[in-house]
């Protein structure tokens, strides 16, 4: 009797036992040199010899592409003309009212050329404080309108220009209602300059993003209200490159836009005659209206932040590379040299 009740109690010791034992269920990751970051690995050693080397390989490489890039943006001819201000009368006291007011507002301007310009040569305007980067002014198209037929009543993004007395106005929205309508001619000893004014948007609007089968309708409708230029209602949107050109909106407040090209060489001294119209309303809001005549070259138009960047960059790691260097020989310091921990530098914890 007493072994039938050791042996049971043993039983249930050992039951109890194995209900006791965790479960080997870990989160532990299975073990991999990949986990445990145990790979081989290159593991280099920034000895003050690489340290300047590196600074001055930087250097040699930076300052000549600097030097080029700034001979680059040299190398191009940029005329800029502000005509804002200057194509108003005089007597002209109120000049919003002047711009709304509806009649001839030509205005003829001389540009010098300093030094010979190669064609082709772009035709930009450049607005100062028009911020088309602003959410609502942004947000105010419809991109499915301007590409299919088929979306023309999608409006709900356009507002506050999306109809006009219960009718659609395609294109809809304040980007396109407010089209840069300034025109401008050019003449060079009598003789007229033409300006191409194809090709000036980007290719991929023209066929992916304005369609071939829209065309303007109701835009500009009311006569009151008028935000900028016209449309030609039997020339589809994919045609109308002044469009696709506005419609590609600015992320600066100051910005450029491609009006044409002029296809001949234009001499140094020649003098070009401007006709413009001055349309645009930027005095209600203090902006500027700037007209460039501009060359190319392989690094694109004027620029010099390029050069000037890689110059700055260049100077200064071979500065650094100087100091480095100076101080190396100056102070030199044995690699390794365990003098330099910080409880050898203080034995006695202090």
């Not at 001839?104 to 301007?109: A, E, F, L, T, V």
């Not at 009151?224 to 209602?233: E, F, R």
């Amino acid at each position: 009797m007493m072994s039938s009740n050791t042996a049971s109690s043993s039983a249930a010791v050992a039951g109890s036992a194995d209900s006791a034992a965790p479960r080997r269920n870990s989160k532990k990751p299975k073990y991999s040199r990949f986990t445990q970051q145990e790979l081989p690995a290159c593991k280099p050693i920034l000895t003050p010899r690489w340290v300047i080397s590196a600074f001055l390989l930087v250097s040699v490489v930076f300052i000549p592409i600097g030097v080029v890039s700034l001979f680059a943006s040299r190398d191009v001819v940029e005329i800029v003309d502000r005509y804002d201000n200057d194509c108003i009368p005089d007597n002209t006291t109120d000049k919003v009212n002047y711009i709304q007011t509806p009649g001839d507002k030509s205005c003829n301007r001389n540009i010098t050329v300093p030094k010979r310009m190669k064609q082709p040569i772009f035709v930009y305007y450049q607005l100062d404080n028009f911020y088309q980067n602003h959410r609502r002014y942004v947000k105010s198209r419809s991109d499915a309108q301007l590409r299919d037929n088929s979306s023309a009543s999608d409006t709900s993004s356009c507002k506050p220009e999306d109809m006009y007395n219960g009718k659609i106005i395609v294109p809809c929205g304040l980007i396109a209602w407010s089209l840069f309508n300034d025109t401008y001619s050019f003449s060079r000893n009598s003789s007229q300059l033409n300006v191409n004014k194809k090709d000036i948007s980007w290719k991929s609007d023209r066929e992916h993003k304005f369609g071939s089968d829209v065309y303007p309708l109701n835009f500009q409708a009311n006569g009151t209200v008028i935000g900028g230029a016209s449309l030609n209602s039997s020339i589809p949107l994919s045609q109308q490159e002044d469009l696709i050109v506005w419609m590609r909106t600015a992320a600066l407040p100051t910005f450029r836009k491609l009006y044409g090209k002029i296809e001949v060489d234009l001499e140094p001294n020649d003098v070009i005659s401007v006709t413009l119209q001055n349309n645009y309303n930027t005095y209600s809001f203090n902006g500027k209206k700037k007209l460039v005549l501009s060359t190319t070259s392989w690094l694109g138009g004027k620029n010099d932040f390029l050069g000037i960047a890689y110059l700055t960059v260049g100077g200064l790691c071979f500065f650094l590379a100087l100091v480095f260097t100076l101080v190396y020989l100056v102070k030199p310091r044995r690699l390794g040299d365990p003098s330099y921990l910080s409880w050898n530098r203080n034995p006695g914890g202090r």
